[in-house]
Structure formats: C-alpha cells, structure tokens
C-alpha cells in the first residue's frame, strides 16, 4: 500500500537513459545526421512506456494543467467581465464553488487511476525505489543510479547547497544593487517619499504580473509546456552523448537551480581544462541555448537555467538571479574542483547581467564573453512601445535618479523637452511606463558598474544583422546597443586614450559591418599593431589596476591608434542576426596583454 501511495503521489517520468555502448564516441550537432552503418539515434518517446491508464490520466491532468494556467493569466478579464454582467454575488459563488469541488474530486480521481497504472507498470516501482533509496540515504552510488531516469524535477534531491564552502549561514540574498543615490529632492524625506509612493505601487504590481513575464517569456508556463518535447530530447542529448551530469543547487533564497554540467577534463583536448559557465538569454535554456557553442569547441560546460525556467523554481527577479549565479559559481569551484583562473563566463542577450555581476564578485575568473549583449533596457523598450509613452519613461530617468546625461543618447530633442514639462508630475506617470523601471535600474547602471568591476580581458561579440538589440532597424548597425557597451568599457579603462578624438574614431570603425570596412578604416590610421601592443606593456608592467592613464602624453595620431587597436580587440563581429546560434569555430577568448 505505501508504494502505491508513492505511484500516486510520485513525479512523472519522462525518459529512462539508455546505457552508452562502451567505446562508443561522442557525436557532435555537425555528425547528427544518420550515416551509413551508424543506426539512427531513438526518440525519446522510446525510452519510457507508460501504460494505458497512466498514459491517458497524465493526458487528462496536462490538459488541466494548461488550462488553469490560461484561466490564471486571463483572471483579471473574467473578474472585471463578471462584475460587469452582475455574476460576482454570494449565490453565484456558491455555485462555482460546488463545480470547483466536483472538478477537484474527478481530478483527484484521475490522479489516483494514474496511480494505478504506475503501480502496474515494473519499470516506473523500479523508478520510484531509487527515488526513494535516493532522498533516504543520499550517497552517490544511489544518485548515480537516479541519474539515469528523466523525471520531473521538484522530486530531484539536492545535490549542492550555498552555505555548503561559505561561511555565510544566515540566508541574506548576496550583493546586488548599490543603494539608490539621494538627491536634493529626496533629502525632504517623508513628504517626498508619499509622492513616489503611487509610482512604486504601480510599479511593484505591473512588473511583478504581467511586467516579468514580458522581460521573460521563458518563465511563462504555457511557453515551456509548449517547448518541452525540444527541451527533452535536448536533455536527452546533454546527458546520453555528452556525459552530461544534471544537478540541483539549493540558492541562499531557497530557489533551487536546475543545472547540467559536461566535463573534458580527462580527454585530450587542452580546451577541456576550462569551464566555461553559460548565461542564457530571457527565453533561452540550457537544453537548446548557447551552451552548445563552447560544448562543440572542446570545452568542459556547465549550463544553468534561470529561476522559473523548466526546472528551477522562483521567479527571474535581478536578486534571485544574483542568487542563482552565486550558488552555480560556488558549485563549480567548491563541488566541480575548477579553480577561479581556469573558469570563463559566456553570456548571450540579457544573461549579460548574471555574467558581469559574477565576473564582479570573482574577479579572479579567467575571461569574460558577452554575444548579443547590451547596455541599457529602456531604449530597447522604447522601439516595441507606443511613442506616448516615451515622456513617461524619460520621467523615470529623472525622478528614479538616472540622470539627463545618459538620457541624452537614448531620447531625441523634442522628447526631453516636452518631458521635463512634466517632470513636477511625476506622480502620475502611467503604470505602463512605471512597469519598466526596476528593471532599468537593474539591467542599465548596474551591467556597466559591475563590468567596470572585472579586472580581466573581455570580449564582445556583435550581431551585425541583430534585430533584437538595435533601436531602429537590423541594417543600423549604429544603433547597436553593444556598440555603447563596448565605449563605457574603454572609457572607463583608458579614459586618456577615449576622449574626444579616440572616441570618434572608434565610433568610425564601429559603422563598419565587414571585414574589408574594418580594414579600411583600420589601415586609413596607419595603425601599427606592434607598437600599441609594446606601449600596453610597458604601461602594464608599471601601473595596477584600472583605469589607466595611457595615452595622457601621447599625440593625437597616437591615441587614435591605440584607440582603434584596443576596440578591434575587444569587439568580434558575427555576421548574424540575433538568436543565430554561435558557430563553435566564432567562439573566441578575450584577448589578453
């Protein structure tokens, strides 16, 4: 009776791995298609056969399932449609709460004849006891075993926990955003703080509903319900082919990360010695995102999914993220043995955020690569919204403390003029506008800050077809927001060699969107590669850290020079549009002095 109560009670089975042939190779994306005398490989529908009762009642309960999610995300228009009709009355509930009662018993029902049919079948009673033998005794011998099984994963032990290496044991989320600044305005305290306080409601609702979702559309339920079968097979791949271990991490929030971790370390590639750690993009996975780019190039991986994507809990807020990046950090150098030197991070679209604030907190990590990445939300935002709501934004950068020197490059003229009319009613700011202003201050001020923290090389891969990340049109490369990312970082890094002079030309080199322009450009300021390269080092060997003071004595044709050289250096052009995978050969390491 009590594994019965364990069939019903249990978590659904979706594969059971196949044991790989000894000898058998490791087969990359380039060699999937079938090839005489090699079978092809199974689906992974072949692996586990539920029986007929159990098959149908998960069908039935999947069905439930999207069907409370659709009636969750559409609540407020039923509410708002119900009290119009006059529906919303005591007699009438009590009415819906009868039907509520008889769906919930006939779906309790279908889950105990689910039950059944697990209990029938010998290879889900076998699942189940090492599920069991699993959390009862948690050795590794019996891990390895529940290894073999894909199953959902809330049931999956926990293999790592944050307070495991660190000596932090209360459950305070780690560092994340500095503490707003305080300006004239909002030293006058408590009255100044009732005006903003609407704004701020608003703002808390919006991007905690509806807000999040549309920053992250991975962490919609219907999304990933709807990718599952990709993110499966993915998993399938990862795991069968590539030796792929899957872990779960428990963060200092309590989130639990869903990672998988690949590991050449013992082969005889010396790309293997390296980590390299993935961030994925706002609806990216690790099952199918950018971790296959440095998987294919030979290097040891370990992906992660963001809170709220497949299997990890919580929600993509920027202190859960943090969160989640710290306990990924912390596993691989306590639990995977790498050292901090021998770990790249690799980042694609907004996992620019996680990877800068790692590599900030870990300065010591070998390099940085962020593909697709940008500086700012706002203006990203500002091309897909309605132009009314462009002066509610521009509100926001003066109310919340941005500042008008970076509005500059994000508004035009008559934008901030007729904005800074209103400035004095900021109170009223639309809450669509409102929505997006935490996650400003999280993507905007705090990627750059956290980027001018890291010491180490890094490398910026442009899109030049990205459609994503411009704020008019693909064929602008201009209006790149990588392109800014790629300035602060040498403004802030060489500010002597990056003023007036060193900036324009970089940003002359930054129109060329092929290699022959970039030539041009490169050979129109007689660059000489070599004597940038030597007046570097020899500024290395005598200063620390940054930013450097190179360049102060120096001619103009000098920092042009050095200028051009630094920017060609850490910027790789990709000639792709924004969710192109990266080919494994365009996956470069910064360069480095």
Same mark, same amino acid.
């Given at each position: ?82 009290? #119009? ?40 009673? /076998? ?31 926990? &293999? ?11 459950? #305070? ?37 509806? %807000?999040?979702? @549309? ?14 079968? @990709? ?30 971790? @690949? &590991? ?5 590639? !010396? ?9 994925? %993009?706002?609806? %990216? ?37 943090? =969160? ?131 010491? %180490? ?25 990588? =392109? =800014? ?5 040498? /403004? ?31 050979? #129109? ?28 004595? @120096? ?5 042009? /020079? ?9 910027? /790789? ?9 990266? !080919? ?10």
């Amino acid at each position: 009776m009590a594994k019965l109560l364990s069939c019903v009670l249990g978590p659904r089975l979706y594969r059971v791995y196949r044991e790989r042939e000894p000898g058998r190779p490791h087969r990359h994306r380039s060699e999937a298609a079938h090839t005489p005398g090699v079978p092809p490989e199974p689906s992974w529908e072949l692996y586990y056969q539920p029986r007929t009762l159990e098959k149908h009642a998960d069908s039935i309960l999947a069905l439930a399932s999207v069907l409370w999610s659709i009636s969750y995300y559409s609540s407020p228009l039923a509410v708002f449609y119900l009290y #119009r009709k006059g529906y919303l009355t005591m007699s009438k509930a009590v009415a819906f709460s009868h039907y509520a009662g008889t769906m919930l018993l006939l779906l309790a029902g279908i889950a105990c004849l689910r039950g059944i049919g697990r209990w029938t079948n010998p290879q889900y009673i /076998q699942f189940i006891t090492i599920l069991e033998d699993a959390h009862r005794y948690g050795t590794p011998e019996h891990k390895k075993k529940l290894a073999g099984y894909n199953f959902d994963f809330r049931s999956w032990p926990v &293999d790592f926990r944050w307070d495991e290496a660190s000596s932090r044991s209360d459950r #305070r989320n780690v560092p994340l955003l500095r503490p707003e600044p305080k300006h004239r305005s909002a030293v006058n305290g408590f009255l100044h703080a009732v005006k903003k306080l609407p704004c701020q409601i608003a703002s808390y609702i919006v991007s905690h509903t509806f %807000g999040r979702r @549309m920053l992250y559309p991975g962490s919609v339920y219907l999304l990933q319900k709807a990718l599952m079968p @990709m993110l499966l097979q993915g998993q399938a791949r990862l795991v069968e082919e590539c030796h792929g271990k899957r872990a779960k991490l428990l963060a200092c929030d309590g989130n639990e990360i869903d990672t998988m971790f @690949m &590991d050449r370390r013992m082969t005889s590639h !010396p790309q293997g010695k390296k980590l390299v750690i993935c961030c994925e %993009g706002n609806a %990216g996975f690790y099952e199918v995102g950018c971790l296959s780019t440095p998987l294919d190039a030979r290097y040891s991986v370990l992906g992660w999914n963001h809170p709220g994507f497949a299997g990890s809990t919580g929600v993509p807020f920027p202190q859960n993220e943090a =969160n989640a990046m710290d306990v990924v950090m912390q596993y691989a150098i306590h639990h995977l043995h790498f050292q901090p030197e021998d770990i790249i991070i690799y980042a694609w679209s907004i996992g620019g955020f996680t990877a800068t604030w790692a590599t900030m907190l870990y300065p010591e990590v070998s390099a940085l690569v962020l593909d697709a990445s940008f500086d700012d939300l706002v203006p990203l935002a500002l091309k897909v919204m309605p132009e009314s709501w462009s002066k509610g934004i521009y509100v926001l950068y003066v109310v919340r403390g941005i500042g008008h020197q970076d509005s500059e490059a994000v508004f035009e003229p008559e934008q901030r003029g007729a904005a800074l009319q209103t400035v004095h009613r900021a109170e009223s700011v639309s809450a669509s506008a409102v929505a997006l202003c935490p996650f400003h201050l999280w993507a905007k001020p705090e990627l750059n800050c956290s980027l001018f923290r890291y010491p %180490g090389p890094v490398l910026l891969v442009r899109r030049t077809k990205d459609e994503i990340i411009t704020t008019t049109v693909p064929d602008d490369i201009m209006s790149n927001r990588g =392109n =800014n990312l790629l300035l602060k970082l040498l /403004q802030y890094r060489y500010p002597k060699v990056m003023a007036d002079e060193g900036t324009r030309v970089v940003q002359e080199w930054l129109k060329a969107s092929t290699p022959m322009e970039e030539a041009s450009v490169y050979s #129109r300021y007689e660059v000489e590669d070599d004597w940038c390269l030597s007046v570097l080092k020899s500024y290395e060997a005598e200063n620390g850290s940054f930013p450097w003071s190179v360049g102060e004595d @120096m001619t103009v044709e000098g920092r042009r /020079q050095l200028a051009l050289f630094l920017a060609r250096k850490h910027l /790789q052009n990709f000639d792709a549009t924004h969710c192109t995978p990266l !080919p494994p050969h365009e996956f470069h390491l910064p360069w480095k002095l």
